[in-house]
């Protein structure tokens, strides 16, 4: 029998700017978030009244109206590193709330991504330039660099490398880009191991607009290592909206093989986010088009269980630890959410 989840707003912080990324502090309900008016906040959503609290980093700082797309905990979570689409990477003290290094040109374009590996001494970072850089977690000295995706498209416009994850023990890391090629890469070793191919995310539009959408925005690896999930979109129509529905692809990575292929046909957007349970109880992607979704996947049965609205266009969240809150960010606001299983 599959199983039914239910998941239920419990409260809502709006605010006027949107909020790209967040990292949670571990075992409360505290979160740093990252925004587009290129501040970082810091916000206890546990509280009655939560308020925002700019962090203040004096003249290191990243570019007011820069987005703030990469957040992430490192160094026993003694450090909190940031990345924007001002190409800077910021390293700040997690108690102090100071920066204590920058990289002011880490990358050449835009950052898409920041993320720590599970035992927070190394991060990653990826960006427009088509590169993922490793970064120590606790000095922020650079580690080395992963290259592996085209830099343009088959019809000559610059590509985005948009997203990566490691799996549980640090040991891989995944990146994905626009044209839907994911590498999986041995860490250690800074090699390629294979690479999937997740193409059917991307759309090219060449009469109306000679224009095109997509790509894997988000990837998870399962707790045991053994899958990983790719979101994204399906293909769209008229690329000036999101009109198509919210599109999952499932790998058994080290085989190379395709385990499922999940486009909803009541949800339409893009797939900005994704989760496992920590036990494998399902997989959670969250997104949106004008509003914003969430949709739970059961593993055993690889078909949607559950989806509905959340509270507004989702851009990231984090799942605590007992996998029965998520905490988003997106447009106009944070909220924080319960997931029931029936």
Known sequence: MAASFTIKEEKKLSRQDIHFSLARVPGTSQVFSGSSDGGIYFTDLAVEKPEPIALDGGEVRHRPGGYVTGLALAADHSRLVSGSYDKQLIWWDVASRKPVHAVATAHAKWIRKVVAAPDGKLVASVADDMICRLWDGLSGKPLGELQGHDAETPH??????????????????????????????DVAARKAITTLDASCMYTWDPKQRRHSIGGVRALAFSPDGRQLAAGGIGQIGNIDHLGAGARFRLFDWEKGETLAEIESSATKGIVQCLAFHPQGQWLLGCGGDNAGFAILIDPATRKIAYEGKAPFHVHDFVVNEAADRVIVAGHNGLAVTSISMG
Do not use: E, H
Not at 168 to 185: E, F, H, N, Q
């Open 156 to 185: 000559q416009y610059p590509s985005m490398l948009f997203t990566c994850a490691f799996n549980a023990d640090g040991s891989r890391l995944a990146t994905a880009d626009k044209m839907g090629r994911i590498v999986i890469w």
